[in-house]
């Protein structure tokens, strides 16, 4: 009785606090080079980098939210954004918003590159990352809408923005 009111009540917290607190499943906290993903893609080679986010995107269009989602019936911010890094780009990266806004160096906004993770607070303890495509356009898994993309520049996003981090391996 004593583990099932434990474990009820850690499911309750866990959809309290969004996306940002999923458990981590990675031991490091820093991205690794996974050779077995199908190759690794060079981040600075951006055409490539944009190529594989919109197959990722044609790939996992709608797929729903959820949160500690790791597959195409249901994936939340986080997860998706360690799934494309990992099946598209060859890196491995921790599965957490909270560990992934910790990589790699800040980049301001003006001077955002496909590949680019940005992060926004989305609520008062909660984040939400995705990744940068093009032209204000960012990829990522929308707790309303599923995995989408969306524009900066769009009010809401605008408003909630926080910082975006770039990976240079």
Same mark, same amino acid.
């Given at each position: 009785m004593k583990n099932t009111l434990w474990i009820a009540g850690l499911g309750i917290a866990m959809v309290l606090t969004g996306c940002a607190h999923v458990p981590e499943r990675v031991a490091s906290s820093s991205a690794q080079v996974d050779k077995s993903a199908g190759g690794v893609i060079d981040l600075s080679d951006l055409e490539s980098v944009r190529s594989s986010l919109y197959a990722q995107y044609d790939e996992w269009k709608g797929t729903p939210y959820q949160l500690g989602g790791m597959s195409k019936n249901s994936v939340d911010c986080s997860g998706f954004i360690y799934i494309t890094f990992k099946s598209k780009l060859g890196l491995i990266l921790p599965r957490s918003t909270d560990l992934q806004v910790g990589l790699g160096i800040s980049v301001d906004k003006d001077e955002l590159r496909p590949g680019d993770l940005v992060f926004f607070k989305t609520g008062k &303890?909660? /984040?939400?990352?995705?990744?940068?495509?093009?032209?204000?356009?960012?990829?990522?898994?929308?707790?309303?809408q599923g995995v989408i993309i969306s524009d900066?520049?769009?009010?809401?996003?605008?408003?909630?923005?926080?910082? &975006?981090? /770039?990976?240079?391996?």
């Open positions: &303890a909660l /984040r939400h990352v995705g990744v940068y495509i093009e032209e204000s356009k960012f990829l990522h898994a929308s707790t309303k900066l520049n769009n009010s809401y996003w605008k408003s909630a923005y926080w910082t &975006a981090k /770039r990976l240079e391996m």
